[in-house]
Nanobody, 119 residues
Framework: QVRLVESGGGLVQAGGSLRLSCRAP???????????LGWYRQTPGKERELVAS???????NYADSVKGRFTISKDNTKRTIYLQMNNLESEDTGVYYC??????????WGQGTQVTVSS
């Protein structure tokens, strides 16, 4: 059973920073490195949206709203992906979910972590 464990959310003032982590302790290395890894966020009344993703080869992709402020990275040996969020804005408030997408398009999700940015 794939398990994704998120941490790092919280309350921060606008302009501040947070780093989210997502561990996959039960995922074997070869699967972790072949998955597309991503962070999504959801706010009330809106669909879950992609914030950032990193392909198996390391290419990263960002939503326009976070470019230049957020950085996605991964540590294969720790089976962990990170989302460094700088210069946070109130619009970044939401529940953030990590995602693993297999080569076959199967999705696994973390439990979600709340990020609240106060203005």
């Amino acid at each position: 059973q794939v398990r994704l464990v998120e941490s790092g959310g919280g309350l921060v003032q606008a302009g501040g920073s947070l780093r989210l982590s997502c561990r996959a302790p039960t995922t074997i290395l070869s699967v972790f490195t072949s998955n597309t890894l991503g962070w999504y966020r959801q706010t009330p009344g809106k669909e879950r949206e992609l914030v950032a993703s990193i392909l198996p080869g390391g290419i990263t992709n960002y939503a326009d709203s976070v470019k230049g402020r957020f950085t996605i990275s991964k540590d294969n040996t720790k089976r962990t992906i990170y989302l460094q969020m700088n210069n946070l804005e109130s619009e970044d408030t939401g529940v953030y979910y990590c995602n693993h997408r297999s080569e076959h398009g199967n999705d696994k999700w973390g439990q979600g972590t709340q990020v609240t940015v106060s203005s």
